[in-house]
């Protein structure tokens, strides 16, 4: 038989916008959370309103290797591509600069994410062993590498010699 367990809508009523960050409404009287050995059930909970934190729109493109021939080796304009993964944690700082970057060239430099685990073959061509690694590339060659998380002004300096070069 399982078990439940009662807390009074008092000992909630100070922790109601600890859970204030979902998109949705909950406007049930009761609230169950199951548990290993039954579930945990508060009656006469108070409704709460969650929202989303952020739904930014990222500004670096995703290329597959269905696109990589047309968006990154036949480009006119120079091309960055950030080679990631989806488990990488430190990936994701980079996504944040590389998003930046994106705004701060654009028209003068095309930003591209490309997924690793989904598009090996481009990753093995490129000899990409672990992530993130960044590629820089000018009509259609490769042209700089910055390999790990590194500081905006890391990628601003590789981008600033391929775009004079």
């Known amino acids: 038989m399982a078990s439940s367990t ?3 809508h008092s ?8 859970s204030c960050h979902l998109p949705f409404k ?8 199951p548990l290993k050995n039954g579930s945990f059930k508060l009656r006469n909970a108070p409704p709460l309103t969650l929202k989303t934190l952020s739904t930014r729109e990222p500004k670096a493109a995703v290329v597959t290797k269905d696109t990589w021939e047309k968006l990154i080796l036949n480009s006119d304009t120079p091309v960055l591509v950030e080679f990631y993964a ?13 998003d930046e970057i994106a705004g ?6 095309n930003c591209f994410v490309l997924n690793t685990d989904s598009d090996l073959p481009i990753a093995e061509d ?7 690694v960044v590629l820089l590339f000018k009509n259609g060659e490769k ?5 790990g998380t590194m500081p ?3 990628y601003i300096t590789a981008i600033e010699r391929v775009l004079k070069s």
């Open 26 to 33: 909950l406007n049930s009287s009761r609230i169950s959370f």
């Open 11 to 18: 000992y909630f009523a100070s922790a109601r916008s600890i």
């Open 6 to 8: 009662s807390i009074s």
């Open 152 to 154: 905006k002004d890391f």
């Open 104 to 109: 701060d060239y654009s028209g003068r430099l």
């Open 86 to 98: 989806s488990w990488c944690g430190p990936c994701r700082m980079v996504h944040r600069i590389i």
């Open 126 to 132: 490129y000899e990409i062993k672990a992530v993130p």
């Open 143 to 147: 042209r700089e590498s910055v390999v």
